[in-house]
C-alpha cells in the first residue's frame, strides 16, 4: 500500500510540473529613455489622492569635460 501511495504521488506530481505554465516576463511597451535624453516633468494633485502627471523633452546640456594641469 504504502508504494502504491508514492507512486501516486509521484505521477501526480509530474502532471502538475507538466501543467505549470511558462514563466511571465513583464516587458514596457514604451522604452527606457537614453542617457542622453531629458525631460522636464510636472505633476499636478487630483482629489481621493491621485496625480496627473505631464513630461516633455528638453535639450540635454553637453558634457562636461574637467581637465587639469599637472
Do not use: E
Request: hydrophobic share 45%; with cysteine.
Amino acid at each position: 500500500m504504502r508504494r502504491l501511495k508514492l507512486i501516486a504521488a509521484l505521477l501526480l506530481t509530474s502532471a502538475a510540473a507538466a501543467c505549470a505554465p511558462n514563466p511571465i516576463i513583464a516587458r514596457d511597451p514604451v522604452p527606457a529613455p537614453g542617457p542622453a535624453d531629458a525631460y522636464a516633468c510636472q505633476s499636478r494633485p487630483l482629489p481621493l489622492n491621485a496625480f496627473t502627471t505631464g513630461c516633455r523633452p528638453i535639450p540635454a546640456a553637453p558634457p562636461v569635460v574637467l581637465q587639469s594641469r599637472g
